[in-house]
């Protein structure tokens, strides 16, 4: 079905969940993710911790895909990848993201600016092993961002992994890990009527933050 210019501007809503006040806000970026990102957790059921994450290859030409924030603390923000994918080859050549969380239920999105850091292959092994059996042989067995031939082909290769591992533990693969954003800026934007919504955004400045309200 193809959804002419008029059909597409009718799919328009209101947000009416309130406003967002300097008040409502704490000094800490961090803090504050963390308020909303717990509130998140609790109101919707399908993977809150989605985020799409913007890299730019050596030539400058975005790419954006959806990746799971595994883990966050006061250095950043954590997501796990091959690191021989497309990403992962960018943020080799150029390390600033961003990252982008939309959560459409409590009309709220946030956004993220940093660098992307490599995380420690002792921390990248330590969440590995938490990870489900499956999820540790599809690290093995997928040439992430690789051509493939066929989908028969990538369950040839899960079945030789199966065997190689059988009856053992799954160890890390060399080509696996971790990246950590760190944030420089830290926008959280709550959906308003009349498209006015309400923006503030934190700029890093030494050990804290600065908080402005940026026009909607």
Known sequence: MVHDEE?????????????????????D???????????ACERIDLEPNAMTLATVDEDGA???RTVLLKFFDRDGFVFFTNLESRKAIHIESN????????????????????VAERISSVEAAK????RPRG????????????????????EMKLDEMKRKFANREIPLPSFWGGFRVVPSAIEFWQGQPDRLHDRFQYL?????WRIQRLAP
């Open 7 to 27: 059909s597409i501007d009718q799919s328009r809503r209101e947000y009416v969940r309130g406003p967002l006040e300097r008040e409502h806000l704490d000094a």
């Open 29 to 39: 970026a961090i803090v504050q993710f963390q308020r909303w990102f717990d509130e």
């Open 62 to 64: 975005p790419a954006v």
């Open 95 to 114: 390390n600033q993201v961003a990252l982008m969380f939309w959560w459409p239920e409590l009309e709220r999105q946030i956004e993220i600016t940093g």
């Open 127 to 130: 969440y590995f092993v938490t």
């Open 135 to 154: 999820s540790q042989l599809g690290a093995w067995v997928s040439d992430q961002s690789h051509v493939l031939t066929s989908r028969k082909a990538l």
């Open 204 to 208: 890093r400045e030494g050990e804290g």
